[in-house]
């Protein structure tokens, strides 16, 4: 309505360089949504790939875009990003059985005490911090000291 009206007021030859430049034949609008930060509709130009397009819309920490082919142009007009439910870290170190562990996303480091059984010469400290853990985030566990 408003571009209608400024059309209206300029010259022909002015209002039609105007609606020339304007006007987006190699464009594609693509909605986004799920686990980001700024769902919406995007505009984008044709072929863009999943990584620009998700890049616009910034995927929260815990988003789950390993299903995507992110070097692939965004096919359709829709992306929808799941949430992860669980996360895979890896435990070594001074413990009775290294291995992988599959807990609940937003788990804490120090919420590892209770799921892990350190050797005699394991050092407990490891586990004082409350930081949140990430998806395939490795957790060395030292001797004490």
């Known amino acids: 309505m408003v571009a209608m ?18 006007h987006k034949e190699d464009s594609v609008k693509i909605e986004i949504s799920g686990e980001v930060h700024k769902p ?13 397009a998700l890049k616009r819309a910034r995927p929260k920490r815990f988003a789950d875009v390993s ?21 895979r ?3 070594s170190g001074e413990v009775k059985q290294s291995g992988e562990l599959i807990v609940p996303v937003g788990t804490r480091v120090c ?12 050092d407990p400290k490891v586990f004082s911090r ?3 853990l990430a998806d395939g985030e490795k ?7």
């Open 111 to 122: 919420d590892l005490k209770s799921k892990i059984e350190l050797t005699a010469e394991g």
């Open 67 to 87: 299903n995507l082919r992110l070097e692939d142009a965004v096919q359709g007009a829709r992306i929808i990003v799941p949430g992860l439910e669980a996360i």
């Open 5 to 22: 009206a400024l059309i209206s007021k300029l010259s022909s030859a002015k209002a039609q360089e105007i609606i020339v430049l304007n």
């Open 139 to 145: 957790i060395q566990v030292p001797k004490r000291k």
């Open 89 to 91: 870290i890896r435990v």
């Open 130 to 132: 409350r930081k949140i």
């Open 40 to 52: 919406g509709i995007y505009e984008f130009e044709a072929g863009v790939t999943y990584a620009e």
